[in-house]
């Protein structure tokens, strides 16, 4: 069970995100009582779901964003190539990939036990995340989309 102070931690750090977002403008719907924010960004080609949650009990505020799109079953195996290969250049966060249903989300994470983390940093993980979704989402969908082998997506992603 989250102590009372853990979870005024976590609903300072949801607030301050709240800040941030407001102080740039960004249009959300926020659910203070599961400290989550929902918005969207709009990428170079496709739109970027952002879901932000602050977590008083792992004491964790994380930035996700799944792909608009699940990867058909039959370009998996291909997916798993291009996730990994994407994965292994990221200095933060990473591409968390479900084989089982085909979907994808961007996820980047930070703890706040003992932290104020401040409202820069809280815009850096959102900012991170568009840019790093906006990078890849498109290569993605080619790849899901396309014939390409196991060998030509590990050297497309590259």
Not at 10 to 39: S, V
Not at 50 to 72: E, G, T
Not at 109 to 115: R, V
Request: charged share 25%; hydrophobic share 40%.
């Amino acid at each position: 069970m989250t102590d009372d102070k853990m979870f005024k931690q976590a609903h300072d750090t949801f607030k301050t995100m709240c800040k941030a977002l407001d102080a740039d403008d960004w249009h959300y719907e926020k659910n203070e009582d599961e400290l989550k924010i929902i918005c969207t960004a709009q990428g170079e080609d496709l739109p970027i779901p952002i879901v932000i949650r602050v977590n008083p009990d792992k004491a964790l505020v994380s930035v996700y964003s799944y792909l608009p799109f699940a990867i058909p079953e039959d370009r998996r195996r291909e997916m798993a190539v291009a996730i990994a290969r994407a994965n292994n250049g990221l200095t933060d966060g990473s591409f968390d990939y479900n084989y089982s249903d085909g979907t994808v989300l961007f996820r980047v994470t930070t703890s706040i036990f003992d932290s104020i983390i401040s409202a820069n940093a809280l815009k850096y993980m959102v900012l991170c995340a568009c840019h790093t979704v906006d990078n890849y989402n498109d290569k993605f969908l080619m790849v899901a989309k396309s014939e390409m082998t196991c060998d030509e997506v590990a050297k497309f992603i590259e």
